[in-house]
């Protein structure tokens, strides 16, 4: 195996879908792509685009901002992601994959709303039908995994709050472009999720946190199967009694971060697999958590595990707060979402400036 510093240059210079595969080569190789000086290195020699997208919706409005894990500089391209290219009045994003593509709901100047799909830096989009079970609920959630990029295959789970404990499901397929209903996700009435608004996805899997009773479990939606799955959260981190536990991601691998109650440590578990069989692996543990939380949505990758895994730590760990005018308090409904993407058009795809109008109608 070539030393760090060999695959660091020649890493930087290849292509994302290159990069990926690279990652599935070694261990050594995935730490090293997903170090914020490797991201940023590969941002520069590439002029590919990665940083996290803050979407935030509050009673007095939703908004999203862009932050580049690399300097502006000088480039061709400038540095941010912007839905101008839709020419609409306003847009909500539903979903976001890593590798830039979004899932929105889109209001034209001619009124109405339109569902459509988009990759912002090279200006793509297309409709897609509304879903069959619409309604005009903000409780619905959408969560949008690509399952193949050449050829572009995609799929939108969307899930409508009906209880606690039932949800109705809906799954839009790029292969059939249509929505198809699926049964009822129905969970026992001693079980919940903890946070159904936010799932992880780790190749083409969501994942939520559970609860039943005082013991943290998972909840699995594999997308291209379409089937529900429950797993274990790591032994030492069942009891929420002792523990607060949330999900994360670790060097593309799904993990855990399990904060004790009693004392100022965070342990960080990954899940592997070990001959097929999936098992979690401790990766360390974090003294004095609070230190690494910084809530002004600055750059402090390198002073934590991964970019991915800092900005979830400030997101789900900190608590912001917006005041409005009388002085009252709520919490933000927010969203942090991780972007690596470039600028090489989507075969497929339909281009914005070629049908504008077929938006406004």
Partial sequence: MASSDVLFEILSRADLETMSKCRLVSRECNALTYTPSFMRSHCERTNTLCGQILYVSSPSGAFWRF???????????????????????????????????????????????????????????????????????????????????????FKILRLQPRSFCNFNCEIFDSDVWSWKQLDDLNLPDSQSLQDY?????????????????????????????????????????????????????????????????????????????????????????????????????????????TWECCIYDRQKFCNFHYRNVSGSKFLYDRSVYFLQTDYEPIPGIRWAIQNQRFLNK
């Fill in 67 to 153: 932050k580049s894990i690399d300097n502006p500089g000088s480039g061709v391209r400038s540095r941010s992601i912007d839905f101008n290219f839709l020419c609409a009045s306003s847009v909500r994003i539903l979903a976001v994959v890593h590798i830039g593509m979004f899932c929105c709901q889109v209001r034209p100047p001619s009124g109405g709303i339109r569902y459509l799909v988009c990759k912002p830096t090279t200006c793509q989009w297309r409709i897609i039908p509304a879903p069959r079970s619409l309604d005009s609920s903000p409780l619905s959630l959408y969560f949008m995994t690509v399952l193949k990029s050449k050829p572009l295959k």
């Fill in 197 to 305: 608004r936010h799932a992880k996805i780790v190749c083409g899997r969501l994942y939520w946190i559970t609860l039943i009773q005082d013991e943290y479990g998972i909840l699995i939606f594999d997308q291209d199967k379409e089937n529900w799955e429950m797993n274990q959260v790591p032994d030492p981190c069942k009891n929420r009694l002792l523990y607060e536990v949330k999900l994360s991601v670790y060097g593309g691998k799904l993990a855990i971060m399990g904060k004790r109650r009693d004392i100022e440590t965070m342990e960080v578990w990954v899940m592997r697999y070990n001959h097929g069989v999936k098992c979690w692996n401790k990766l360390q543990t974090i003294f004095n958590p609070e230190n690494l939380m910084q809530p002004d949505f600055s750059n402090a990758a390198d002073t934590f595990l």
